[in-house]
């Protein structure tokens, strides 16, 4: 198919109408699994997975071959237990609706390793800073459900700042805000895993947080083990009120890593210390799954100071990393903003402009997940637009991300201003992304030779749902102002 077509305006539409039909369709007919296929757990400890998968509802799903301790619930696909033996569990998963079944194999790794692909889920950060609460964390997480998040594989609801009370309790244990918590984190984290999804938490590496409530420093221990009585699935640490020194940063995050460790539950770690002292050369040793690499984001393509976290400069600033990431260990380039259009409250300036546009939101979530970016989505789940929808629920994009390979893509070519990404893929295939940084229409052929391929490949369009016919000498792109084409390269070899 030759994209310059889409230059007509009818065609333009029936496109659009086209891309939100295929998203809507994935709840009509077989069932079809997406997401993670490999999940990594501690060894006795609680495991929860939800197999995500669309299809005409009701489901059944079934196994075969899950380990000892496991259990699957037929009508919701979540996958729950504890498995003492560490080993590589080959598990077959079968789903049934009345169209027909699909079979995938799934598997789960019992070990010492966590988040063997980037996690996918949702942080409170971006929109709603200090409005945090239960009611608002159990919206989320119904809306994660009903929007059909989870089925394509998001899982994580993480609470960010100001959950806390104004102080520790008498023996030092952390206590929520009894306002804003009233039945406590165990509650509410049994609401969240009753719903198959996992309850995230933060705190920082200082006495206290960015927000001033009270930090983990000298608490580690004892916050860790609360945190595993509540049930919490991730720690988010961050470096407000700590001493600007190395020694002190890769000391103060072994300790909460030790304490992790230890607590008897598998609680992901994601270090924020915005880039401070190239956490992608130490993260992972202090037991770090995810880190971040750069001031936070602003729902903005550009904006002076450079320093402040545009898309545009975060983005650059992950050129050279891709060689630290890889199953279990991710560069963290910061939530996401797509669906904010300026109304988050720390990223958006309160609404002062309408942020990003919906391409540019689509060139976000193409670029996160290529660059195997967490993709941890941060705007109200509640109230999404068509647009927001068909960009988070893409699941041609999410298997991009999801890939077991956990490579992060690598920039390949700068032509002006396109810039072309390449994802090798675990089954021989490779996604390439061809970004227009440019606020004008580009063309560009994209040739085989430039990608170091070799043979005949055939092209998917990511975004459009489509075929492109094979790459043998070059593609002719058409790529409007900041727009992201994701291509998926498929050897004919391999077929
Ligand atoms: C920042 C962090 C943000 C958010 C905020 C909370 O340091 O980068 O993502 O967590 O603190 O106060």
Request: hydrophobic share 40%; with cysteine; net charge positive.
């Amino acid at each position: 198919m030759n994209r310059s077509l889409f230059l007509f305006p009818i065609l333009w539409l029936a496109v659009l109408f086209s891309t939100a039909q295929s998203n809507a369709l994935l709840y009509e007919g077989l069932p079809v699994f997406h997401g993670a296929t490999i999940i990594g757990n501690y060894p006795g400890t609680d495991f929860l997975f939800t197999v995500p998968a669309t299809g005409e509802r009701p489901i059944t799903f079934f196994s075969k071959d899950l380990p000892k301790g496991l259990n699957l619930e037929a009508t919701t696909g979540i996958i729950k237990g504890k498995v003492s033996e560490p080993g590589e569990y080959h598990v077959k998963i079968i789903a049934a609706n009345a169209k027909g079944r699909a079979e995938e194999d799934l598997k789960i790794v019992i070990g010492d390793a966590l988040c063997l692909t980037p996690p996918m889920g949702w942080n409170s950060w971006n929109v709603f800073t200090n409005t945090l609460d239960e009611k608002l964390v159990m919206e989320i997480a119904d809306a994660m459900v009903s929007s059909g998040m989870r089925d394509l594989g998001y899982q994580y609801i993480n609470m960010d700042d100001y959950w806390h009370a104004p102080a520790r309790d008498a023996n030092g244990k952390p206590l929520p805000d009894p306002k804003k918590f009233p039945h406590g984190i165990r509650w509410l984290s049994d609401y969240v895993h009753s719903r198959g999804l996992k309850l995230g938490i933060y705190s920082d590496a200082g006495n206290k947080t960015c927000g001033k409530c009270f930090g983990g420093f000298q608490h580690e221990e004892i916050d860790a083990k609360t945190y595993a009585e509540w049930g919490i699935d991730l720690l988010k640490y961050d470096f407000c009120f700590v001493p600007l020194k190395k020694k002190e940063a890769l000391a103060r995050y072994q300790k909460m890593g030790n304490a992790l460790k230890g607590s008897g539950r598998s609680i992901v770690y994601s270090i924020c210390n915005w880039g401070l002292f190239k956490p992608w050369n130490w993260a992972e040793n202090v037991g770090g799954n995810y880190w971040r690499t750069t001031p936070d984001i602003r729902d903005k393509w550009k904006i002076t100071p450079f320093w402040y976290g545009s898309f545009m400069s975060i983005l650059k600033r992950q050129t050279k990393l891709y060689k630290y990431a890889g199953p279990g260990h991710w560069n963290d380039p910061d939530m996401m903003i797509v669906g904010n259009y300026g109304l988050g409250k720390a990223t958006g300036g309160g609404g002062a402009d309408k942020g990003l546009t919906d391409t540019e939101y689509q060139t976000h979530m193409s670029l996160w997940c290529m660059l195997a970016a967490p993709l941890l989505t941060s705007n109200d789940l509640r109230s999404m637009n068509d647009a927001t929808k068909n960009i988070l629920l893409n699941p041609e994009i999410i298997a991009i991300s999801q890939d077991e390979l956990g490579e992060q893509a690598k920039r390949v070519v700068k032509a002006g201003s396109i810039w072309v990404y390449r994802k090798n893929l675990k089954d021989g295939s490779v996604a390439i992304a061809v970004f227009n940084k440019s606020k004008k229409e580009k063309k560009f052929d994209l040739k085989e030779a430039q990608l170091n391929l070799t043979g005949t490949y055939t092209a998917r369009d990511v975004w459009q749902h489509s075929e492109m016919g094979t790459l043998k000498n070059k593609l002719n792109l058409s790529l409007n102002p900041h727009e992201t084409i994701v291509l998926l390269l498929t050897s004919t070899q391999s077929k």
